[in-house]
């Protein structure tokens, strides 16, 4: 006898997970994204080339980035906390710039040039024109 497959999902299946569209699908469905950010108080990102650039969320996280608290009702505020956690989490982390100072940077680049003025050659000698004479 065979085994009905499980309907129930498994906790980790059930968590709320992070929405992220790309730009060309979120063009084609943007006001689904609207739609679920103001009835579902939820976060959604969008990336371009895996790289997270933007994101819909609420107008309440926005009270709250604000300092304006006591305008969001205390479950929508622990929601909206969450459901941004769970998006930070789930993003890539954004890549470590060097520590190098941006002085030392344009430096370096002025020096390669003086290298490359140094290094020019003398221009291209021109053509001669040459003289054809015939004997008749």
């Not at 469905?29 to 969320?57: C, H, M, P, S, W």
């Amino acid at each position: 006898m065979i085994a009905a497959p499980t309907l129930r999902k498994s906790r980790r299946a059930r968590a709320a997970k992070a929405q992220t569209l790309s730009t060309s699908q979120a063009r084609a469905n943007f006001a689904e994204a609207l739609g679920l950010a103001q009835k579902q108080n939820t976060i959604i990102g969008f990336d371009r080339y895996g790289k997270l650039v933007a994101a819909v969320v609420p107008i309440d996280a926005v009270r709250m980035l604000a300092r304006r608290d006591d305008e969001v009702e205390p479950a929508v505020r622990n929601k909206i906390e969450r459901m941004s956690r769970i998006f930070l989490h789930a993003a890539p982390a954004p890549r470590a710039m060097k520590a190098s100072s941006g002085a030392e940077h344009k430096a370096k680049g002025k020096r390669s040039k003086d290298k490359r003025r140094r290094k020019k050659s003398k221009p291209a000698r021109t053509k001669q024109h040459r003289r054809v004479f015939r004997k008749i």
